[in-house]
């Protein structure tokens, strides 16, 4: 078992967010769905579910169990895409789900996850040892709204 598993509550629907997750993202797969038999601060048993997936083999705990703390833009969930075809399928889905776009490839799905749906590339293009190069992906990234790794290529190779 994991170490580290990251953890989601949702006051609602977890297994409809977690059910749209698996099937929007590549190798994911939902792994259990319990509900506690308990009493709980959340409800009376059978009310508070623990959902169990994975997300492209990265190891997620969803938590349905009533209005708590809402999701923030500290903790997002980034997805690194090898093409932009594969961008586009994975931001359109949410943005088709009642997903809003945000800026720099973030978007927040219709639970108010936030997400990043970024090129793979992004990462070595901003760290490259020519610093006036990565300055250029960089303030071309950060002009848009989905990310477009073509744009994000020409500013990288411009001299």
């Not at 990265?58 to 809402?70: I, K, M």
């Not at 990462?123 to 950060?142: C, F, H, Y």
Request: with cysteine.
């Amino acid at each position: 078992m994991p170490k580290i598993i990251s953890h989601l509550w949702f006051p609602e629907n977890a297994q409809q967010a977690v059910e749209f997750y698996v099937a929007t993202i590549p190798n994911s797969a939902l792994s259990a769905t319990t509900t506690l038999p308990a009493e709980t601060p959340s409800g009376p048993p059978g009310t508070v579910k623990v959902i169990e997936f994975t997300l492209d083999d990265q190891n997620f705990t969803a938590l349905e169990a009533g209005p708590f703390d809402p999701f923030n833009h500290a903790f997002s969930i980034q997805v690194a895409c090898d093409s932009q075809e594969e961008i586009d399928r994975i931001w359109n889905a949410f943005l088709d789900n009642g997903g809003k776009a945000e800026q720099c490839g973030w978007l927040k799905d219709r639970w108010g996850l936030s997400w990043q749906i970024v090129p793979r590339v992004l990462g070595e293009m901003i760290s490259d040892a020519n610093r006036e190069r990565a300055k250029r992906v960089t303030e071309v990234m950060l002009g848009m709204v989905k990310l477009d790794i073509a744009a994000l290529e020409r500013a990288y190779r411009e001299s």
